[in-house]
């Protein structure tokens, strides 16, 4: 796991799941943003944390109502950060 605070954010595509995504980067948080359909919303999120220059940001999808694809995702998580 790296240095700092980790956040995951879900819903991070849009409306408030992308707004705090982009403050907790803001803050200084690395954030792991979780969509499971809006694509392209969730890219521009990550373009926006990106774009601070203050930690790092990767994009995960999956259906949070399928434990094993939230079992998958955590794992890859804690891999990347």
Do not use: Q, W
């Amino acid at each position: 796991m790296s240095e700092g605070k980790v956040a995951l954010v879900t819903g991070a595509s849009s409306g408030i799941g992308a707004a705090t995504a982009v403050e907790l980067a803001r803050r200084g948080y690395h954030v792991a943003v979780h969509y499971h359909v809006n694509d392209e919303g969730a890219r521009e999120t990550f373009e926006r944390i990106r774009e601070l220059g203050s930690g790092k940001a990767r994009v995960y999808t999956c259906d949070v109502s399928n434990p094993s694809e939230v079992t998958e995702v955590a794992g890859d998580i804690l891999a990347d950060f």
